[in-house]
């Protein structure tokens, strides 16, 4: 009697070529060999060639590559649920047709799963092509890893390796009426049943490909369908987690992620009967589920769309929409000492609290921060960067105090008020005031002031401070601004105003010469970069340097 294969590898195909092949070869060239693992691939009726690339793996590979074709039923979950009911492997690992693994996934993720008894691994996805993969979850290997202390709930896709036992017992399958997003009921529930939870994030076990042709599922999905998937997920959600705080940790990955890209501003090119279909199921998800412990996680922006959807405000919701895509960050107003999103119309019939950003204020300040000038200097104990900052009065309240303590790239990554005194006593010469809008402000005498309105802020630092956090062959870091405002606190990266000068300088570390400067990302986030200056960087420049000059040489030889 044959064994059982340790994996079964399932795939539901629809017009994925060229990159099936891919897909497929990345399997056959597994380093746990084809006869630990068969391959179960269900054709939803495709018509680009799919089908027939299929059938020529399985004549290739007979008795691993097992294909069924059937007519197309209009999303993954009923191929998906076909290919587990003949699955044999202890485990079962779900592959789109458009991705890859790397040749050593499946044996470190089966090593794994026996090794430590687990029912679910993650193993390390990538984004190939511009896809998004979220990656807190795999910021090293894991053992154990808690559904609600964790950044699981933001990994909710199917790509994991699912003991076959714990899928059969439960009688976990796919709801096949939801044409996208029909894997995160299964895995979610499939995550609160499993007994151990483990991740292998030391190796890159899976490569999500973006298409070129932006056609996966998930992207070519309609908003109404993408709307009424996220509905059934969240009633599924508050079915099997009781209300309260863990239910809040896997609920705002809805709201941040599959509603708040609902009301992004395709929402407004969409047909005036889908957007009013879109938005009454938004509104009564908030209505539901967008509690205090929810906005608290939630960028201030979202929470206003939300707010509006909730009172069934289309008008107001498309307003704010259209002004944040033409001028980014909501406009501030402070009254009272309450922090409110400055639309036009202000408030306009709604309740204050609609418009109530107080809780988000440290963000909503830290987003107008910009760096107009930025140097490094030397400093009493050694080189030091300099920068310095303005920050725009929300306005029109003269008398709303803001305290303000900008630090750099050792901030903490949990910002609390005791984190924000730490880092402020830490930095010695840190900027640190009670400011009262419009007034400049700083404890820097020869800081400059800021226009007429703002705040000019001015932060010294260190450079061994940061170098200390870079490893041997230097690196990057993002330059970050840790604020307290009204209560509330953010740790956000710093940006360029346009036109900044960006600095560089050769400093020594212990015996070793660096060369520190300052980028500016593709996004326009301030980095300080270091990278150690070698024999062999310097005759590459001198050779980039000597170029132009030997080619003027040679033209001027041919010339003559």
């Known amino acids: 009697m044959t064994a059982a294969p340790d994996v079964t590898v399932i795939t539901a195909v629809y017009n994925t070529m060229p990159y099936l092949t891919r897909c497929l070869s990345s399997l056959a060239a597994q380093t746990i060999g084809l006869d630990r693992m068969e391959v179960v691939a269900v054709d939803d009726g495709s018509t680009d060639g799919s089908a027939r690339e299929l059938d020529r793996w399985a004549r290739r590979h007979p008795g691993v590559f097992r294909v069924v074709h059937q007519p197309n039923s209009g999303g993954p979950a009923a191929p998906s649920n076909r290919a587990l009911d003949l699955a044999t492997g202890r485990y079962v690992f779900f592959l789109g047709a458009d991705d890859h693994l790397g040749r050593e996934a499946l044996a470190r993720l089966v090593s794994a799963a026996d090794t430590y008894g687990s029912d679910i691994v993650l193993g390390r996805l990538t984004?190939?092509?511009?896809?998004?993969?979220?990656?807190?979850?795999?910021?090293?290997?894991?053992?154990?890893?808690g559904m609600f202390d964790s950044a699981l709930p933001w990994a909710l896709s199917n790509t994991k390796l699912f003991r076959r036992d714990l899928v059969t017992k439960h009688g976990l399958r796919y709801p096949e009426d939801m044409p996208v997003f029909s894997d995160q009921p299964f895995t979610l529930e499939a995550c609160l049943l499993a007994r151990r939870i483990s991740v292998v994030a030391g190796y890159p076990c899976y490569h999500a490909v973006r298409r070129a042709d932006a056609g996966n599922i998930t992207y070519r999905s309609r908003h109404d369908e993408r709307a009424r998937c996220t509905e059934r997920i969240m009633e599924l959600t508050a079915r099997l987690v009781p209300a309260?705080?863990?239910?809040?940790?896997?609920?705002?990955?809805?709201?941040?992620?599959?509603?708040?890209?609902?009301?992004?501003?395709?929402?407004?090119?969409?047909?005036?009967?889908?957007?009013?279909?879109?938005?009454?199921?938004?509104?009564?998800?908030a209505r539901a589920h967008l509690t205090d412990g929810v906005q608290a996680r939630l960028p201030a922006g979202a929470v206003l769309r939300f707010r509006l959807a909730a009172a069934d405000r289309l008008g107001e919701l498309e307003a704010v929409i259209a002004q944040d895509a033409a001028g980014g960050a909501p406009p501030v107003r402070l009254l009272g000492g309450r922090v409110y999103a400055g639309y036009d119309p202000f408030r306009a019939d709604l309740?204050?609290?609609?418009?109530?950003?107080?809780?988000?204020?440290?963000?909503?300040?830290?987003?107008?921060?910009?760096?107009?000038?930025?140097?490094?200097?030397?400093?009493?104990?050694?080189?030091?960067?300099?920068?310095?900052?303005?920050?725009?009065?929300?306005?029109?309240?003269?008398?709303?105090?803001?305290?303000?303590?900008?630090?750099?790239?050792?901030?903490?990554?949990?910002?609390?008020?005791?984190?924000?005194?730490?880092?402020?006593?830490?930095l010695q010469e840190s900027w640190a005031a009670d400011v009262h809008f419009p007034r400049n402000c700083t404890n820097d005498p020869d800081a400059e002031r800021g226009d007429a309105g703002g705040v000019g802020l001015r932060v010294r630092v260190p450079l061994a401070e940061v170098l200390a956090g870079l490893g041997p062959d230097g690196g990057h870091l993002p330059v970050r601004v840790l604020l307290a405002a009204l209560g509330s606190h953010c740790d956000v990266p710093l940006r360029a105003a346009p036109g900044l000068r960006l600095p560089q300088l050769l400093v020594r570390r212990g015996i070793r010469p660096v060369r520190v400067a300052l980028a500016v990302s593709h996004t326009g986030r301030l980095l300080l970069t270091a990278a150690p200056v070698t024999v062999g960087r310097i005759l590459s420049r001198l050779r980039r340097l000597r170029a132009p000059g030997q080619a003027r040489a040679r033209q001027r030889g041919e010339q003559a």
């Open 244 to 285: 309260g705080p863990d239910r809040d940790k896997i609920t705002v990955r809805h709201f941040a992620w599959e509603l708040s890209k609902l009301l992004e501003p395709d929402f407004l090119r969409q047909d005036p009967a889908v957007r009013a279909r879109v938005a009454a199921s938004v509104g009564r998800l």
């Open 351 to 426: 309740p204050d609290r609609a418009y109530d950003l107080t809780s988000h204020a440290a963000e909503l300040v830290a987003d107008r921060i910009t760096v107009r000038e930025a140097a490094l200097v030397g400093g009493p104990t050694g080189p030091e960067l300099l920068l310095t900052a303005y920050c725009p009065a929300p306005g029109p309240d003269p008398g709303t105090p803001v305290h303000l303590c900008l630090a750099t790239t050792n901030a903490p990554a949990t910002v609390t008020p005791e984190a924000v005194r730490a880092v402020s006593g830490k």
């Open 127 to 145: 984004g190939v092509n511009g896809r998004y993969v979220h990656q807190a979850v795999f910021d090293r290997d894991r053992v154990d890893l």
